[in-house]
């Protein structure tokens, strides 16, 4: 057996599970375990994750990206300033505290679609170097993209933000083709103060894919 999440997920390497639901015998492993049964601490799994990137670089040749979607993150994460990412999904990704991606290098195609931020997440000064998705993303807390620079297409998709939000992306999209310089904010909806500075809101029909 190995873990229903890493199914359901599509994940290439389905890891070992450490848990199983007694209401219904599913398996879980220790990235898609309840908080609460992951059975390692907050620093323990938080190395796991920085492993599992660090460990992707060597094979980032390939399309393939990092899978951590469905992830279920049990407390505050800090990457390090200047990590370098690959294409990376967290798509579905639970993101239960603060997450921290401040100067983050996305060097290739970032999906956070679905990913449910419940902490405050910080990109502040990121870099997104390939395609960078947010659709239906929901942020609950302080989100800030301050200084924030997209170099390809970036879509905000009926994403959602509950609180304050900070969107100042730096004007860097001279550096790209006229036709790769979209950015995308469909439904976007911010229920809290917002600041969107240096941002071009455009609807969903004059956004070319
Ligand atoms: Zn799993």
């Not at 990235?31 to 799994?45: D, L, N, Q, R, Y």
Request: with cysteine; proline share 4%.
């Amino acid at each position: 057996m190995s873990c229903c999440k890493c199914q359901e997920h599509g994940w290439a390497d389905p890891q070992p599970p450490v848990w199983t639901d007694p209401a219904d015998g599913r398996e879980y492993c220790v990235f898609h375990a309840p908080v609460e049964h992951k059975g390692i601490s907050v620093a323990e799994f938080n190395k796991k994750i920085f492993r599992r990137i660090e460990d992707f670089g060597g094979s980032a040749q390939n399309n393939s990206r990092c899978d951590l979607s469905g992830v279920v993150f049990p407390g505050e994460i800090i990457f390090e300033e200047n990590t370098e990412f690959p294409s990376v999904s967290f798509n579905y990704a639970i993101f239960t505290s603060n997450i921290d991606f401040i100067n983050a290098f996305f060097t290739g195609e970032t999906e956070f679609d679905n990913a449910h931020f419940k902490g405050d997440a910080d990109f502040f000064g990121s870099q997104f170097n390939g395609s960078a998705s947010f659709n239906w993303t929901k942020f609950y807390g302080y989100t800030d993209f301050r200084e924030t620079e997209f170099y390809n297409k970036s879509k905000f998709k009926r994403a959602l933000f509950n609180g304050e939000l900070k969107f100042c992306p730096l004007n860097n999209f001279k550096k790209i083709p006229a036709k790769r310089k979209a950015i995308s904010y469909t439904t976007f909806v911010a229920l809290h103060s917002t600041i969107l500075r240096n941002s071009t809101l455009k609807t969903a029909e004059n956004y070319k894919d």
